[in-house]
């Protein structure tokens, strides 16, 4: 089956063009935004502003950041590095997660479901042990010259290195 590759909306289109222009730490209400498209970009337009950002940030390197209930601006690199809480979201994430499995009666489901359980679980496990802050200080020493290749990530965790 032949995908074709999604063209940006016209709102999409605006949005980005307008967002490009951005000098860092400008700023843009949400009304000014809903102007351009003519579309409420907190609400039924708000796909349109999420897609044009990420354009932005993939075509262009442009990081622009929600200013929340007031508009979007364009952050510099320090504030993306400084600003990033994903791994903390992770980790929460995970852990409910692996909560939610451990509920679950593991002796009625059937293997198959057993094995899916496990393979989960253990996936969750590996995201624990990376996502905490203990194994981003331990990391730190080791990846000042630049980001370690994957292999070499599990090495350093695998024989417990310090």
Do not use: W
Not at 147 to 152: M, S, T, V
């Amino acid at each position: 089956m032949n995908k074709s590759i999604p063209e940006l909306s016209v709102e999409s289109k605006l949005l980005y063009e307008r967002l490009q222009t951005l000098e860092f730490d400008e700023f843009i209400p949400y009304e000014e935004l809903t102007q351009i498209t003519g579309r409420n970009v907190q609400e039924e337009g708000r796909g349109n502003l999420q897609r044009a950002k990420l354009k932005c940030l993939k075509d262009n390197q442009i990081h622009i950041a929600t200013v929340i209930s007031k508009g979007v601006k364009r952050i510099h690199d320090a504030d993306v590095v400084k600003g990033g809480n994903a791994l903390k979201k992770i980790t929460r994430c995970a852990a409910r997660r692996r909560l939610q499995l451990h509920s679950v009666n593991y002796a009625e489901l059937t293997k198959e479901l057993q094995t899916a359980h496990n393979a989960e679980l253990s996936q969750l496990g590996v995201i624990r042990i990376f996502s905490n802050d203990k194994a981003t200080k331990k990391l730190i020493g080791h990846v000042e010259k630049g980001e370690l290749p994957i292999g070499k990530t599990l090495e350093f965790f695998t024989n417990g290195k310090e």
